[in-house]
């Protein structure tokens, strides 16, 4: 399978703890994107790469939230101290190098419950 | 403040039928109008995408309709499918590297 994969895909944890997820994008793609998405809503963003470069982030993106691309591959989002807020799901997407394609395909997401 | 705007908010369509949902949104600056579609436990699947240099786009059963000085686009399904029963959302994108603002999504049921 090509597409986007996440890990894990369910993570429960108790407050305070801190939890790390991981998100391999589509092979060659060098846009990654973090989108957060709670029950009922639709995904809301959190942060992007380009290639290693972490070039924006949503104020949604508090001092706890920590995400990194370090080798422009793969990407991991870290929560510190978590919070019974912090309980969603984690979407990871990917887009193309090429300037032309606009398309993000998503992950599976890492559903997070915060107990 | 919320950019785009999504309705209905859940939708109950006949097998057959077709099912149409609305977006509108503001900013004219936006310029890369996407539809996904969820179902429970998965991640948005990327459906039908449109700019804003065309009204209408068409692929298979599923058509946007966008109309740029109304600030506003729309998805239809024809020959709705039980298969097409899960959660749809459009989105706003800007530019070619650009975060995706996504609406508040449509709840569709498809009736046998």
Redesign the interface.
């Given at each position: 399978d090509t597409g986007v994969s996440q890990n894990p895909r369910h993570k429960i944890t108790k407050r305070g703890q801190n939890v790390t997820f991981r998100c391999d994008p589509i092979s060659e793609h060098n846009r990654l994107y973090w989108y957060r998405q709670t029950l009922g809503q639709g995904p809301e963003f959190l942060t992007y790469f380009q290639n290693e470069a972490q070039l924006e982030k949503s104020r949604l993106l508090s001092d706890r939230f920590s995400a990194e691309r370090p080798k422009g591959s793969f990407s991991t989002l870290e929560i510190q101290r978590t919070e019974q807020g912090d309980s969603a799901m984690y979407l990871c997407a990917s887009s193309s190098r090429l300037a032309a394609l606009y398309e993000q395909y998503f992950g599976p997401g890492t559903r997070l419950t915060v107990t | 403040q919320q950019q785009v705007k999504q309705s209905p908010q859940s939708l109950i369509v006949q097998k057959g039928g077709i099912s149409i949902i609305n977006c509108a949104y503001e900013n004219t600056a936006f310029d890369?109008f996407?539809w996904?579609q969820q179902f429970p436990?998965?991640?948005?699947?990327?459906l039908i995408?449109i700019r804003p240099d065309v009204s209408e786009k068409k692929e298979g059963r599923f058509t946007i309709s966008f109309n740029k000085s109304a600030k506003q686009f729309s998805l239809h399904i024809m020959d709705s499918q039980p298969g097409d029963s899960a959660t749809y959302?459009c989105?706003l994108?800007r530019g070619?590297?650009?975060?995706?603002?996504?609406?508040?999504?449509t709840r569709l049921q498809v009736t046998l």
């Amino acid at each position: 399978d090509t597409g986007v994969s996440q890990n894990p895909r369910h993570k429960i944890t108790k407050r305070g703890q801190n939890v790390t997820f991981r998100c391999d994008p589509i092979s060659e793609h060098n846009r990654l994107y973090w989108y957060r998405q709670t029950l009922g809503q639709g995904p809301e963003f959190l942060t992007y790469f380009q290639n290693e470069a972490q070039l924006e982030k949503s104020r949604l993106l508090s001092d706890r939230f920590s995400a990194e691309r370090p080798k422009g591959s793969f990407s991991t989002l870290e929560i510190q101290r978590t919070e019974q807020g912090d309980s969603a799901m984690y979407l990871c997407a990917s887009s193309s190098r090429l300037a032309a394609l606009y398309e993000q395909y998503f992950g599976p997401g890492t559903r997070l419950t915060v107990t | 403040q919320q950019q785009v705007k999504q309705s209905p908010q859940s939708l109950i369509v006949q097998k057959g039928g077709i099912s149409i949902i609305n977006c509108a949104y503001e900013n004219t600056a936006f310029d890369y109008f996407p539809w996904y579609q969820q179902f429970p436990g998965k991640g948005p699947a990327l459906l039908i995408a449109i700019r804003p240099d065309v009204s209408e786009k068409k692929e298979g059963r599923f058509t946007i309709s966008f109309n740029k000085s109304a600030k506003q686009f729309s998805l239809h399904i024809m020959d709705s499918q039980p298969g097409d029963s899960a959660t749809y959302f459009c989105a706003l994108g800007r530019g070619t590297a650009s975060k995706l603002t996504f609406g508040t999504g449509t709840r569709l049921q498809v009736t046998l």
